[in-house]
């Protein structure tokens, strides 16, 4: 699976940006799909994390509230919708596709769960 995030920019405290994730590969509709985060010298962190029939989904608890993440199968497209962005929300926004294991599900919040990354697009929320 390949992965191309795009969406981000520059936006002001309180504004909406939506990011989206164009996956390739025939898996896509057999992985969990997530949106990670990395801040400036700090590991990713967990943001949002959608099954892939998009019937459960899970959200860091910094962002639950405000942010909603999405998939369209038939596209081969995530999203993750955020409203009333604060200026720590400014990171590199990765997503993330995260297959089965032989073992079953890997926890949708950990990195090790996830296989395929995207190459990150800049968010940055002024105040």
């Known amino acids: 699976v390949q992965l191309q995030a795009s969406g981000g920019g520059l936006v002001q405290a309180g504004g909406s940006l939506r990011l989206s994730c164009v996956a390739s590969g025939r898996t896509f509709i057999s992985c969990n799909m997530g949106w990670f985060r990395q801040f400036p010298g700090k590991e990713r962190e967990f943001v949002a994390a959608i099954t892939p029939s998009g019937g459960s989904a899970d959200f860091a608890d910094s962002v639950k509230g405000r942010f909603t993440i999405s998939r369209d199968n038939a596209k081969s497209t995530v999203y993750l919708q955020m409203n009333s962005l604060k200026p720590e929300d400014t990171a590199v926004y990765y997503c993330?596709?995260?297959?089965?294991?032989?073992?079953?599900?890997?926890?949708?919040?950990?990195?090790?769960?996830?296989?395929?990354w995207g190459q990150g697009t800049q968010v940055t929320v002024s105040s």
């Open positions: 993330t596709a995260g297959p089965r294991r032989a073992t079953g599900w890997g926890p949708i919040r950990s990195l090790r769960s996830y296989d395929y």
